[in-house]
T-cell receptor
Framework: SAVISQKPSRDICQRGTSLTIQCQVD?????MFWYRQQPGQSLTLIAT?????????ESGFVIDKFPISRPNLTFSTLTVSNMSPEDSSIYLC????????????FGQGTRLTVV | KQEVTQIPAALSVPEGENLVLNCSFT??????LQWFRQDPGKGLTSLLL?????REQTSGRLNASLDKSSGRSTLYIAASQPGDSATYLC?????????FGTGTSLTVIP
């Protein structure tokens, strides 16, 4: 199974600033996924990142607020821009492996608190 | 929009008990279903993956079943331990889309 390293694991940020979250996978993957989990809620997909093309954003999420980079097949970053307290969430990156079916794997998450 | 529901939202049991967590979904045309564990403030750990053609999967003390016709999956945990305390999420895949339940928060009391 894929091993995903996500940094930072947590951060407390001032409103109006930006935070970049890094996600490193131990194998090459075509697609990487970024999710948000607001307090007490389940996971919501932010965007899908393919190497060599622009990320595809889900409804309600825009590139200006959540720019994503995907420079190669093992790495991606998500930036949370111009943060407000409403951005306080756990942010998770995920990859999928197709073996006996398509299985999803997640990083350890980044717990973001905006004050 | 697909809906995935998990009941109960929270569960507290004494150590050693066997327990069942429930997941229901509205559309039976699933691709697969995956159960995850999430510790507080952390990421998700994959526990079991069930393909749409399968009825159950087992890993150690965990057994997950799938009944597509009734739109239900259960996660059975045998001989629960305090280390099992976590939130358990089910996620249903339809094509390329993944839909998550809101989870069941499990506390196993020593």
């Amino acid at each position: 199974s894929a091993v995903i390293s996500q940094k930072p694991s947590r951060d407390i940020c001032q409103r109006g600033t930006s935070l970049t979250i890094q996600c490193q996978v131990d194998s090459q993957v075509t697609m990487m996924f970024w999710y948000r989990q607001q307090p007490g809620q389940s996971l919501t997909l932010i965007a899908t990142a393919n190497q060599g093309s622009e990320a595809t954003y889900e409804s309600g999420f825009v590139i200006d607020k959540f720019p994503i980079s995907r420079p190669n097949l093992t790495f991606s970053t998500l930036t949370v821009s111009n943060m407000s307290p409403e951005d306080s969430s756990i942010y998770l990156c995920s990859v999928e492996e197709t073996g006996q079916g398509t299985e999803a794997f997640f990083g350890q998450g980044t717990r973001l608190t905006v004050v | 929009k697909q809906e995935v529901t998990q009941i109960p939202a929270a569960l507290s049991v004494p150590e050693g008990e066997n327990l069942v967590l429930n997941c229901s979904f509205t559309d039976s045309a699933i691709y697969n279903l995956q159960w995850f564990r999430q510790d507080p403030g952390k990421g998700l750990t994959s526990l079991l993956l069930i393909q749409s053609s399968q009825r159950e999967q087992t890993s150690g003390r965990l057994n997950a079943s799938l009944d597509k016709s009734s739109g239900r999956s259960t996660l059975y945990i045998a001989a629960s331990q305090p280390g099992d305390s976590a939130t358990y999420l089910c996620a249903v895949r339809y094509g390329n889309q993944f839909y998550f339940g809101t989870g069941t928060s499990l506390t196993v009391i020593p």
